[in-house]
């Protein structure tokens, strides 16, 4: 073995495999997006298109709220915060899409 084999083996520091709020973070930026989608908020990213769809909307959010309640113990009070303030504007904006559609 060389002296730049050792030295590289050297640098290669095992990493620490990622925590699941990592992934909870993710999942709900993924939940997130496709309710802005749904509410007709935001174009679909693929088809460029608006579309409105209540229903899906509202899975996303709902399943945003029930991953959060789960993984809240584990946050700091700022990103409980930040999540719980995402939450409710995901949850504003839903029923204010649902009353301009009544009123249509």
Same mark, same amino acid.
């Given at each position: 073995?060389?002296?730049d084999d050792r030295t590289n083996q050297e640098k290669q520091v095992p990493q620490e495999?990622? %925590?699941i709020k990592d992934l909870v973070y993710y999942f709900l930026n993924l939940l997130s997006a496709k309710a802005w989608q749904y509410l007709g908020l935001i174009a679909h990213p693929?088809?460029?298109q608006i579309l409105?769809?209540?229903e899906e909307a509202r899975k996303a959010i709902d399943?945003? &709220?029930v991953i959060l309640g789960e993984i809240?113990?584990?946050l700091s009070r700022e990103e409980n915060?930040?999540?719980e303030a995402h939450l409710a504007n995901l949850q504003l904006n839903f029923i204010e899409k649902m %009353?301009?559609?009544?009123? &249509?």
């Open positions: 073995m060389n002296h495999p990622g %925590k693929e088809t460029g409105v769809d209540l399943l945003y &709220s809240k113990k584990d915060r930040e999540l %009353k301009e559609i009544a009123e &249509s």
